[in-house]
């Protein structure tokens, strides 16, 4: 099983739409958890960390489930700018590696 | 905003050539990551260093990579007698205190002809 899976998409959606991300994650033991942004051919970028309690950001919203070990991204009101490929991302601890998904791509058209 | 910054940001060599990727990460930082990304594929980690010494590193980070902190500002990757599967962007990255709040560099894209 993959450590942080994500569904590939791509996610086609017209300007103004709601969209929603899952990811899960196989380890347990994982404690901090992230929603990057990568555009084509540039660095990831972080978007928001993911708390328990959830947590918005603007349109965005983020949302953990240890119990589930699931992870999920809500991106509302969707603009042009919001194309990308969005990675779902854990760590065990703080200075260890970040797990990256294989990213989930959104394209937003008008 | 501080950043990190790699150089070159793309790199062609030639087979079982040996390459030197630079990168500066952010100055108070203390935790320090390469990470590649084959083209269409996930980013995937390399290797980890603190304290002058390396952290963790994947399998990926075998006797062909090293990794160096030769001047207190630089970190570098060098990858020896290059393959054609080490084609890839290369990112380096820099966290601060406790390790959160990685910041990536642009990128170095290494192509192996």
């Known amino acids: 099983r993959k450590e942080v899976e994500q569904d590939p998409g791509p996610f086609n959606v017209p300007e103004g739409a709601t969209v929603a991300f899952n990811c899960t994650y196989s380890?347990?033991?994982?404690?901090?958890f992230f929603w990057y942004r990568q555009d084509c051919r540039k660095e990831p970028k972080l978007l928001m960390s993911?708390?328990?309690s959830g947590n918005e950001d603007g349109r965005f919203t983020a949302q953990l489930n240890r119990a589930s070990q699931y992870i999920s991204l809500l991106i509302r009101d969707s603009k042009l700018s919001d194309s990308a490929t969005y990675l779902c991302v854990v760590i065990r601890d703080a200075g260890n590696m970040l797990t990256f998904g294989g990213g989930t791509r959104l394209m937003v058209k008008p | 905003e501080p950043e990190v910054t790699q150089t070159p940001s793309h790199q062609v060599t030639q087979m079982g050539q040996e390459v030197i990727l630079r990168c500066v990460p952010i100055s108070n930082h203390l935790y320090f990551y390469w990470y590649r990304q084959i083209l269409g594929q996930k980013v995937e980690f390399l290797v980890s260093f603190y304290n002058n010494e390396i952290s963790e590193k994947s399998e990926i980070f075998d006797d062909q990579f090293s990794v160096e902190r030769p001047d207190g500002s630089n970190f570098t990757l060098k990858i020896r007698s290059t393959k054609l599967e080490d084609s890839a962007m290369y990112f380096c990255?820099?966290?601060?205190?406790?390790?959160?709040?990685?910041?990536f560099g642009s990128g170095t894209r290494l192509t192996v002809v």
């Open positions: 380890n347990s033991a994982s404690q901090s």
């Open positions: 990255a820099s966290g601060g205190q406790g390790g959160f709040g990685y910041t």
């Open positions: 993911v708390y328990s």
